[in-house]
């Protein structure tokens, strides 16, 4: 049986995912000779070529880019059984910070929070509100230990992910005198006609064309019961603060159920509680 060292799987991840061994060196804090012969002893003990080191930057080769599915695989239990252990010998933490989209609405998550509280009354816990690109950052800088965000199309090597089994609902929504909200049929077209307030993808990034954005779907919400423009936001939000100001609108492939994951990193090892508090989130049906 081959044992594969943990650092050479996680280097052979960063490299494949950054595009380059000095660029995973930089993130792992290791010179870039360490990256290159962990890589190197890792295809040696597999028996199988992971790059093409032909061109400038090292390209993932076919038997690569399958092995890297697998190696995630392997990070990924590797995580769970991480978390398993601390729960197993305690060594408590002394805080914990969960951030959260506002995207995310369960039936199940004041009863987890409960159950929380009774569990660990004695944990200082905080709760941060963040979308996106600035939600994963706070992850990997450490300020927060677990995230629910709205799916991304990928995550950096460092973040674990896993799919929430209950999905959100996003629709189109504009204030009640909105010229929108008097029309007997909106397309695509009549949408191109008025202001779209969108979700800025981190707060670094400067909005593009002429819309409105704003980093939150609660400022989102606020600008749009103004009178802004139109949004889509997520229906159990509206319903909660803005139900008798905004009005749904009726859009072909509109509302939609979009995917919440839970998000941690795997630089640190979440302790016995938040270890409690992913593990409840990703079993809820």
Known sequence: MMHHSPEALLAFVEA???GSFS????KLGKSQSTISGAIANLEVDLGVTLFDRSTRKPALTEHGRLILGRVQDILAATDRLDRTALQLVGGLESRLTLVLSDA???VHYERTMRHFEQRYPDLSFECLAAEGADLVALIQSGRAHIG??????????DIGAAVLSERSEIALYVAVGHALAQAPAVDAELLAGHRQIR????????PAGRGWSAPSYLMMLEMTTMGFGWAALPSALVKQFANDRLTRLTVRGWPRRVQIDAVWSRQRTLGPAGGWLLEQMLAQA
């Not at 629910?148 to 090597?157: F, G, K």
């Not at 979700?199 to 990034?205: D, G, H, I, R, V």
């Open 148 to 157: 629910l965000v709205q799916e991304q199309a990928e995550y950096p090597p």
């Open 104 to 106: 995310y609405q369960s």
């Open 16 to 18: 494949a995912m950054l």
């Open 199 to 206: 979700l800025a993808q981190t707060f670094m990034q400067q």
């Open 23 to 26: 660029a995973a060196a930089r």
